[in-house]
């Protein structure tokens, strides 16, 4: 199985611009996440969904949104993308994000450069 | 918010054994998770503690004292392979996880 795939693997955006970040998972987790990732800084939450038709903000939500209409597929959106959300995105999946022993696993990622 | 910390690089040579520490302290406790990162890779799952102890797993071990917010993770037999950036994470009351920075090991033969 593919596990989780991300696209696009890299992009360079204009400041200003829109973006959606793609993720789709076929292991039919219930839990799905988005992180970046930021030198000395470690990988912090930006949205999660818990079941598919719902979502819930993390850490660093501002400027990013997300829908979960389905059980696969988690998308990221950046509405007006600016420099400071340049990073490294990764997406991941959990069997049940309630459970103690639930394990996240992670795709590949996706490289932003905003400039 | 979550504190976790973690030292930022280590060098072994191969053959030896590391232990990287991990310092916590977060809103409530369900567990304690170690990833492998190999540079310009996603993060692998490596090993998870919830109770005091310790979890062998083949060349790698992890400890956890629930007491003073403490686990390490032991790589022993190192080998080249083995150089990437270990991630602690603690799963906080909320059952989300909080990630350090991460230890860069670097092996050198």
């Known amino acids: 199985t593919a596990g989780i795939t991300q696209a696009p693997t890299s992009q360079i955006l204009a400041a200003g611009r829109s973006m959606t970040l793609r993720c789709t998972q076929d292991?039919?987790?219930?839990?799905m996440y988005w992180y970046r990732q930021d030198l000395g800084l470690g990988l912090r939450l930006i949205h999660y969904s818990n079941t598919a038709g719902t979502t819930g903000k993390g850490e660093v939500p501002d400027g990013y949104s997300v829908s979960r209409a389905n059980t696969d597929d988690f998308p990221l959106t950046l509405a007006s993308a600016v420099p400071s959300q340049t990073s490294v995105y990764f997406c991941?999946?959990?069997?049940?994000?309630?459970?103690?022993?639930?394990?996240?696993?992670f795709g590949p990622g996706t490289r932003l450069t905003v400039l | 918010g979550q504190n976790i910390d973690q030292p930022t690089e280590m060098t072994a040579t191969e053959g030896a054994i590391v232990q990287i520490n991990c310092t916590y302290q977060?809103?409530?406790?369900?567990?304690l998770f170690w990833y492998q990162q190999h540079a310009g890779e996603a993060p692998t799952f490596l090993s998870y503690?919830?109770?005091?102890g310790l979890e062998e797993k083949g060349r790698f071990s992890s400890f956890l004292s629930r007491s003073k917010g403490y686990s390490y993770l032991l790589l022993k037999e190192l080998q080249m392979k083995d150089s990437a950036s270990y991630l602690c994470?603690?799963?906080?009351?909320?059952?989300?996880?909080?990630f350090g920075a991460g230890t860069t090991v670097t092996v050198r033969a």
């Open positions: 503690n919830v109770l005091d």
């Open positions: 292991m039919r987790h219930n839990a």
């Open positions: 977060t809103s409530g406790f369900n567990g």
């Open positions: 991941a999946s959990s069997d049940s994000a309630g459970v103690n022993t639930d394990t996240q696993y």
């Open positions: 994470a603690v799963r906080d009351g909320d059952y989300k996880l909080s």
